[in-house]
């Protein structure tokens, strides 16, 4: 069976909660970020999916953001969508499947095939 790497949209799931990130995306995408490294599984459309890579992408005034292992932190030379739809390539391309969350309709179209996608509300029920 394919392992399954998570590949967040920081900058999307920041987004998704109201809590002020927009005043410190720097301290914002940090803490978010501390908080994947707990997360083991991902429930899509009601099946549960394990875990073998946490990836995150920043971008922006984000990209400074530091992570725990075991993330691996993606900074987007360009813009943040791109940087997945490239990662989610090579996950693919390693013979992984990528588990996107993501609610950016367009970044959905652009995955290949084989990318489960969840939206924001998705990571945050399972992160700790």
Do not use: C, F, Y
């Not at 301290?27 to 099946?47: F, Y």
């Not at 946490?54 to 993330?71: D, M, N, Y």
């Amino acid at each position: 069976m394919p392992e399954v790497a998570l590949l967040v949209d920081v900058a999307n799931v920041m987004g998704s909660r109201p809590d002020g990130w927009w005043r410190d995306r720097l301290g914002a995408a940090t803490r978010l970020m501390a908080s994947l490294s707990g997360v083991s599984e991902v429930v899509v459309d009601g099946e549960s999916h394990p875990v073998a890579r946490i990836l995150a992408v920043v971008e922006g005034k984000a990209k400074g953001a530091s992570a725990p292992e075991p993330v691996e932190v993606i900074r987007a030379t360009a813009d943040g969508d791109s940087a997945i739809a490239t990662a989610a390539d090579r996950i693919v391309e390693e013979g992984g499947i990528p588990l996107v969350v993501t609610a950016d309709r367009g970044l959905r179209a652009r995955l290949p095939q084989q990318a489960l996608v969840a939206g924001p509300r998705a990571l945050l029920d399972q992160m700790p």
